[in-house]
């Protein structure tokens, strides 16, 4: 299970960085730290600590002491590889994912033991009104399973769109391409980055509301 996430928060351009701005805090990070792990992701991880320093308008000075804090921190560490005769330092980003993953599986375990309108709240980070109450109750009252649901949150979630009229638009476009599952919507998801794959060679964070605009280029 473990393996799996990791791999897919390597795979993806999107949820790691969102993932992260959402527990950056826990693993006691400062904001500059936090900013400092996004400019690496944007690197082929050969560290050049004089270009981050440039990139990020930062001292060399600091950029070393908080890479140094970030490997007392257990973040990340710092490797010396052998290219083509030529001995660089990269940065090995393993112990972050791993972090990560951990929190994403202890998450879904919090997730089975709650009801779906706590799941809502955590996600949303506030109590829901009545009206969003009727409107969930009203999905699952409706032709939507719960694990559909949930899936549409974290759709949205993972957009940056923390609203129901989000989630309906996704649940709505599910239910006219036959999405019944977490099996149907990966099984949507890879088709659809394999598609992107070939038009473009590169990996994209997928988006149900635009996918048919997309399809369209």
């Keep these: 299970m473990m393996d799996k996430i990791v791999l897919l928060l390597k795979s993806s351009t999107g949820m790691f960085p969102m993932l992260l701005l959402k527990h950056y805090k826990e693993f006691h990070l400062?904001?500059?730290?936090?900013?400092?792990?996004?400019?690496l992701l944007n690197t082929d991880l050969e560290?050049?600590?004089?270009?981050?320093?440039?990139?990020?308008?930062?001292?060399?000075t600091e950029v070393l002491e908080m890479m140094n804090g970030l490997v007392d921190k257990g973040i990340l560490e710092i490797e010396v590889r052998k290219v083509r005769n030529l001995r660089s330092e990269y940065i090995n980003l393993d112990k972050l994912y791993e972090k990560l993953a951990f929190l994403v599986v202890n998450d879904e375990e919090k997730e089975n033991s709650e009801n779906i309108f706590d799941i809502f709240e955590r996600e949303f980070g506030r109590t829901l009104s009545p009206m969003e109450y009727e409107i969930i109750q009203s999905w699952c009252g409706g032709e939507f399973s719960e694990e559909l649901i949930i899936l549409a949150l974290k759709e949205a979630t993972y957009n940056g769109a923390n609203n129901l009229r989000y989630i309906d638009k996704i649940l709505y476009?599910?239910?006219?391409?036959?999405?019944?599952?977490?099996?149907?919507?990966?099984?949507?998801?890879?088709?659809?980055?394999k598609k992107k794959e070939l038009?473009?060679?590169?990996?994209?964070?997928?988006?149900?509301?635009?996918?048919?605009?997309?399809?369209?280029?």
């Design 173 to 193: 476009e599910w239910k006219k391409k036959g999405i019944k599952n977490k099996e149907d919507v990966e099984k949507q998801k890879n088709a659809f980055h």
């Design 47 to 60: 560290f050049n600590p004089k270009q981050i320093s440039y990139d990020l308008k930062l001292e060399m």
């Design 199 to 217: 038009q473009t060679k590169e990996l994209f964070d997928y988006d149900w509301l635009n996918e048919r605009e997309d399809s369209k280029d």
């Design 30 to 39: 400062s904001d500059s730290e936090f900013i400092l792990l996004l400019e």
